[in-house]
C-alpha cells in the first residue's frame, strides 16, 4: 500500500481526538525516519542543520534578533528550510536580496556549483544558457564564481538569514542586470 495512503490527514473542520492524531503523527515521524535513512551523510546533516535552524529561529521575527543587520544587495547564507519539493532550493544556500516589504525580504537563492555556472544563459558567452540562471560571476567577499536560481525567488522571514558574506551596490549596473532578468524570468 502507498505510504501516502496510510497518512490519513482529517479535515480543518473534522473533529478528531488526540489520541488518532497522536497516532497519526507516529506514522509520519516513522515515515520521516525511514526517508532520512535514505539520505546521503551530506545531506542528513544539511536536513538536521535546517531542522535545527527551524526550532531556534522560527519564533523570531527578524534576523536583527541574532544581530545581523541586512540591507539591499546583501550576499546572505540564508537556511531555506528542509522541506523542498524537486527543483526548489532547500537547506543552506547564498542569496541576495532585492527588496524589504513588511518585514520580509525578497531573496533569490544562488550556487556556487560549477554545472549551474556553466549552464547559466550570458548573451556573450552562453547565448543558448539557461535564462533561469543568471551568472554574477567572482564578487569580492566570496570564494568562486556564482550564479542566481532566478525562477527561485521568494519572500522569507529575515530569521532565516544566518549571516551576511557580501553586497553588490544596489546603485551598479550589475544590480540593475539582475533586476531586469527577474523581471524577464517572471515574464512580466
Known sequence: MNTLNQLVLPKQDEKTS???LEKQ????????????KKLSEGKMIRRITSEANWVL???YA??????????????????????S??????????????????????????TSNPEMVNQAYDIQKRPN?????MGIGL??????ESVLFLNDGKFINTARIIDVKANINKNSALFQEIKKRLKECMKF
Not at 544556500?93 to 525580504?105: D, E, Q, R, Y
Not at 544558457?129 to 540562471?133: A, C, D, P, S, V
Open 57 to 59: 529561529r522560527s519564533k
Open 85 to 110: 519539493y524537486l527543483y526548489e532550493v532547500g537547506f543552506q544556500h547564498f542569496g541576495i536580496i532585492l527588496s524589504f516589504c513588511h518585514g520580509k525580504a525578497f531573496v533569490i537563492p544562488m
Open 18 to 20: 488526540v489520541e488518532q
Open 139 to 144: 564578487i569580492p567577499g566570496m570564494a568562486k
Open 129 to 133: 544558457g539557461k535564462k533561469h540562471l
Open 25 to 36: 503523527y507516529a506514522f509520519y515521524q516513522q515515515m520521516k525516519i525511514n526517508e532520512v
Open 62 to 83: 527578524s534576523c536583527l534578533e541574532f544581530g545581523v543587520n541586512i540591507r539591499v544587495g546583501d550576499i546572505c547564507f540564508i537556511d531555506f528550510g528542509d522541506e
